[in-house]
């Protein structure tokens, strides 16, 4: 608060001068008026800088309290979203889920992946490589 004291104060001095200045005057009657003067339109040459080109080198892992830490959403987000009802909802619905998953009985509906047998079996594999082998080429006699 004492180092923003003095600045502020400086500011205000530096601001005061500027609300005491005297409007422009119009041109008098005698003088001539200033020609109007017409510029060159500006021809932008060059390319817009990229802003996600310079990303930081440092990923920092998260901690504990950013991992349980939940944003509160925006407004933009809260429309997205269906609203602040539609919002409760599908928050009372998600929590009912977790406490059905918790019930003694309940069976994930996810079903890990089974290996199937091969579509071939021996005997058809070894005559797929045999019609699939490269001709043998013969060495000719010298």
Do not use: C
């Not at 200045?21 to 119009?26: A, E, I, L, N, V």
């Not at 990303?55 to 429309?79: C, H, K, M, Q």
Request: a negative charge; charged letters at 20%; zero cysteines.
């Amino acid at each position: 608060m004492h180092r923003l004291l003095p600045a502020m104060l400086v500011a205000l001095a530096w601001a005061l001068p500027a609300r005491a200045q005297q409007p422009p005057q119009p041109p008098s009657e005698g003088a001539p008026a200033p020609e109007p003067v017409e510029l060159a339109p500006v021809e932008v040459i060059g390319h817009r800088p990229d802003p996600f080109a310079f990303r930081n080198p440092v990923e920092a892992e998260t901690t504990v309290f950013e991992r349980s830490w939940d944003e509160p959403p925006s407004l933009e987000e809260i429309g997205m979203r269906g609203g602040l009802v539609q919002m409760g909802i599908n928050k009372g619905l998600e929590l009912a889920a977790k406490g059905v998953r918790r019930l003694p009985g309940w069976q994930n509906q996810i079903v890990p992946a089974q290996a199937r047998p091969p579509p071939l079996d021996e005997a058809q594999l070894a005559r797929a490589a045999r019609l699939h082998a490269p001709p043998a080429v013969e060495a000719e006699p010298e």
